[in-house]
């Protein structure tokens, strides 16, 4: 077996534990709804099948100030159970931090990280993931994930751990409703609650155990041909293509349901960012923005992975041009039209694409436009489709503007500043506002010497490895500050491994801009 081949087979073999996990505990959640069995199973499994040093579920208590421990793995879990060990909502750690802001936080290396809780308990702790368990408006608890390896966490990892944390959450919110409930009508408002966890579940759990039979059944003929010397490439090639459906899954489940964190962000740069991350060349997708036209009030992130499904599907549907208009609108909100002259759909079909799991195209999850829509609806704007068959798809979006009033400038003194970026509308905003900060500011896809580098993730121009091989050769790595409207781990990580540890979210208002400089 080629080195190429079995590196592949072991990242199938890792994603096939990896949704066993998540399977484990999705049939936890729908079949136990006692706290006290629940949550130390879900540790266990957690920690077997990702091999992790520790894992630890916290639960809020009902004065709404602390995060108490009620599962651990292992000895140290025991002792500090025994201990009543809680830590306060909001506090310097990274459990007070994901509780207090409602958001994961990531540890690659704890030693870096000023909201890590350094444990007697727990000593070979070397990165930790604190994961949120929301429920609506409503904080639970949160999970930690420990290991004693630096940079553990892929973003595999954390899409899976955080589906699990998310299910886990549901069944914590669950079993509290229902001790209520079982007071006024225990066996009606069982059997409801039992009806509600199964249509939310099942029809998820149906289509991705479709997917993941494949990869089973395909790793196990890989193995029996390896005795051979000889490898079915159609097995690799199926195994891929089910995982890539699998993760995909995942993503367009998880990333909707996050609760946004809205600034004013310029909606042409998102669509531009989206196209970049979905390998979409500049000239594909023509941008033309009105005169006038304010930022959106979004998170970009956000929707960013809603605009990446939406020009995902225009790539599926064989466009070969796509148009987008970015405009007021009448009511006080922003439109995006995004039309390509792709495929089409029948009128049969323009409904029902909607709906999850519901899809035009083969080999396709059909969950890009149901979660843009959760997305858009989150952001308090809305979503539209039309579409004709063989002449192509337009679609609407409408978000609000964002009428945030404009920060004075922030500067600690004039400095030379590179701006590595292509020549577009969010370099023209960043030169004319760093001029504006009295910097001294150039803008070049050559590198050269600067007090501080800004440098846009999306680069259509050039190709990262070449800007990063000049960084270093000028030695300025250490500074460098990677610009990106929805930064993943695996760019983080990328990015610390060739020696940038510095990666901030895109700034679009003049503040966010010359804070960072």
């Known amino acids: 077996?080629?080195?190429?081949?079995?590196?592949?087979?072991?990242?199938?073999?890792?994603?096939?534990?990896?949704?066993?996990?998540?399977?484990?505990?999705?049939?936890?959640?729908?079949?136990?709804l006692d706290l006290d069995e629940l949550l130390p199973k879900t540790v266990d499994i957690i920690c077997d099948s990702y091999g992790f040093y520790y894992a630890g579920v916290f639960l809020v208590d009902e004065s709404g100030q602390f995060a108490v421990l009620r599962a651990g793995r292992g000895d140290p879990g025991k002792a500090m159970l025994a201990?009543?060990?809680?830590?306060?909502?909001?506090?310097?750690?990274?459990?007070?931090?994901?509780?207090?802001?409602?958001?994961?936080?990531?540890?690659?290396?704890v030693d870096a990280d000023a909201e890590h809780f350094k444990n007697p308990h727990l000593p070979l702790t070397r990165s930790e993931m604190a994961l949120p368990l929301v429920v609506g408006e409503k904080v639970v608890g949160a999970v930690t994930v420990q290991s004693t390896e630096e940079r553990a966490f892929s973003d595999e990892d954390i899409l899976t751990l955080q589906t699990m944390a998310d299910q886990l959450a549901?069944?914590?919110?669950?079993?509290?409703?229902?001790?209520?409930?079982?007071?006024?009508?225990?066996?009606?408002?069982?059997?409801?609650?039992?009806?509600?966890?199964?249509?939310?579940?099942?029809?998820?759990?149906?289509?991705?155990?479709?997917?993941?039979?494949?990869?089973?059944?395909?790793?196990?003929?890989?193995?029996?041909?390896?005795?051979?010397?000889?490898?079915?490439?159609?097995?690799?090639?199926?195994?891929?293509?089910?995982?890539?459906?699998?993760?995909?899954?995942?993503?367009?489940?998880l990333g909707p349901i996050r609760e946004p964190q809205t600034r004013p962000v310029m909606a042409s740069d998102l669509v531009r960012a989206?196209?970049?991350?979905?390998?979409?060349?500049?000239?594909?997708?023509?941008?033309?923005?009105?005169?006038?036209?304010?930022?959106?009030q979004a998170d970009s992130a956000q929707m960013v992975r809603a605009l990446r499904n939406i020009l995902k599907n225009s790539i599926e549907a064989h466009a070969k041009r796509i148009y987008?208009?970015?405009?007021?609108?009448?009511?006080?909100?922003?439109?995006?039209?995004?039309?390509?002259?792709?495929?089409?759909?029948?009128?049969?079909?323009?409904?029902?694409?909607?709906?999850?799991?519901v899809s035009t195209k083969e080999h396709h999850t059909g969950l890009g436009l149901p979660a843009a829509l959760l997305v858009v609806n989150q952001h308090q704007g809305s979503i539209a489709l039309e579409s004709i068959p063989?002449?192509?798809?337009?679609v609407e979006i409408w978000i609000p503007a964002a009428h945030a009033a404009e920060s004075p400038l922030l500067t600690n003194g004039p400095r030379d500043i590179l701006l590595v970026d292509d020549d577009d509308p969010w370099a023209a905003f960043a030169l004319e506002t760093l001029?504006?900060?009295?910097?001294?500011?150039?803008?070049?896809?050559?590198?050269?010497?600067?007090?501080?580098?800004?440098?846009?993730?999306?680069?259509?121009?050039?190709e990262m490895p070449d800007i990063i091989a000049q960084l270093k050769a000028h030695n300025l790595l250490g500074k460098t500050v990677i610009l990106s409207a929805a930064p993943s781990v695996d760019a983080v990580n990328y990015?610390?491994?060739n020696g940038i540890n510095h990666v901030a979210l895109k700034p679009y208002t003049a503040a966010e801009l010359t804070a960072l400089a």
């Open 324 to 357: 987008v208009h970015i405009s007021p609108a009448a009511d006080g909100r922003v439109a995006l039209s995004i039309a390509d002259d792709g495929d089409g759909m029948l009128a049969e079909m323009k409904d029902k694409v909607w709906a999850a799991f």
């Open 83 to 109: 201990a009543g060990h809680k830590l306060e909502i909001g506090s310097h750690s990274m459990i007070g931090w994901a509780t207090g802001q409602r958001q994961a936080r990531i540890a690659l290396d």
């Open 435 to 462: 001029a504006a900060a009295g910097h001294r500011v150039t803008r070049a896809t050559a590198i050269q010497a600067a007090d501080l580098v800004l440098l846009d993730e999306a680069q259509f121009h050039a």
């Open 390 to 394: 063989y002449k192509g798809t337009t």
């Open 495 to 497: 990015f610390s491994q």
């Open 1 to 32: 077996m080629t080195p190429q081949n079995q590196t592949e087979l072991e990242k199938a073999e890792r994603r096939a534990r990896l949704l066993e996990a998540a399977n484990l505990v999705g049939r936890q959640v729908t079949s136990i």
């Open 170 to 253: 549901v069944a914590i919110n669950n079993a509290h409703l229902l001790k209520e409930l079982q007071r006024a009508n225990a066996d009606l408002l069982r059997a409801k609650t039992y009806e509600a966890l199964t249509a939310a579940t099942s029809q998820a759990i149906h289509w991705i155990g479709n997917k993941a039979l494949p990869m089973t059944t395909a790793v196990e003929r890989i193995r029996a041909d390896a005795a051979s010397g000889k490898v079915d490439e159609e097995d690799l090639d199926l195994i891929a293509e089910s995982a890539r459906l699998i993760i995909e899954v995942k993503e367009n489940l």
């Open 274 to 296: 989206a196209a970049f991350q979905v390998g979409l060349p500049e000239a594909l997708v023509t941008i033309d923005v009105a005169p006038g036209t304010p930022h959106i």
